[in-house]
């Protein structure tokens, strides 16, 4: 369950990070809110990576203690 709500925060991340990147107008007034946007997502994406991460790393030190 952890896993599929992680890989879902990072894929909503990517699909902002992706419509504001692909945002072919950014008019001067709204250049800050995209901005804060962005790295709003980006910060997003990189917590649950690490989260993702960290949940590899104790999985496989579990397997690891079972297999001894």
């Keep these: ?3 599929k709500r992680i890989e879902s925060r ?3 991340a990517d699909v902002t ?3 504001i990147l692909n945002q072919s107008v950014a008019v001067g007034e ?3 809110s995209l901005l804060d946007d962005l790295e709003k997502a980006l910060k997003q ?5 690490d989260m993702s991460n ?3 790393d104790f999985e496989k030190t579990l397997v690891n203690k ?3």
């Design 1 to 3: 369950a952890i896993r």
């Design 10 to 12: 990072i894929a909503d």
């Design 17 to 19: 990070i992706r419509l």
């Design 30 to 32: 709204h250049t800050s």
């Design 45 to 49: 994406k990189a917590e649950y990576e």
């Design 54 to 56: 960290c949940l590899d």
């Design 66 to 68: 079972n297999r001894k």
